[in-house]
Nanobody, 123 residues
Framework: QVQLVESGGGLVQAGGSLRLSCAAS????????MGWFRQAPGKEREFVAA????????SYADSVKGRFTISRDNAKNTVYLQMNSLQFEDTAVYYC????????????????WGQGTQVTVSP
C-alpha cells in the first residue's frame, strides 16, 4: 500500500517555474514506478512524466519535454516534478501515481493516486 500527497501547486505567470512534490508513505515506495498526470477542466487526465523505481529511466509527454523534469529521492520517499517555462496550457490539477508493476503513460494501470494539486498559469 502506498499513500501519496502532492504539494507545491499554485498560481504562476507564464514563463515561470514551480516544483511539485509527492510525498509517499508505505514500504513499497522504493520499488514503485511513479508517474505525474494532469487534468484540465473539461478534459481527460493526461500523462505528463514517469520515472522508474530506481530512477534509471524517465519518460515525458511531448508537450512538456525539455521544460519539465521528473526526479525522485527514495531516501525521502518523495518524487518531484520541476516545471519550467510554464505556459497557460499547463494549467491543470496535477496528480502523482504509483505502481509496483507498471511504468508508462496509461493512468488506468497505476494502482495508487494522490488527491492532486492545482497549478494555474496566468497568461
Amino acid at each position: 500500500q502506498v499513500q501519496l500527497v502532492e504539494s507545491g501547486g499554485g498560481l504562476v505567470q507564464a514563463g515561470g517555474s514551480l516544483r511539485l512534490s509527492c510525498a509517499a508513505s508505505g514500504r513499497t515506495f522504493g520499488s514503485s514506478n511513479m508517474g505525474w498526470f494532469r487534468q484540465a477542466p473539461g478534459k481527460e487526465r493526461e500523462f505528463v512524466a514517469a520515472i522508474r523505481w530506481s530512477g534509471s529511466s524517465t519518460s515525458y509527454a511531448d508537450s512538456v519535454k525539455g521544460r519539465f523534469t521528473i526526479s525522485r529521492d527514495n531516501a525521502k520517499n518523495t518524487v518531484y516534478l520541476q516545471m519550467n517555462s510554464l505556459q497557460f496550457e499547463d494549467t491543470a490539477v496535477y496528480y502523482c501515481a504509483a505502481s509496483t508493476i507498471y511504468y508508462g503513460v496509461y493512468a488506468a494501470l497505476y494502482d495508487y493516486w494522490g488527491q492532486g494539486t492545482q497549478v494555474t498559469v496566468s497568461p
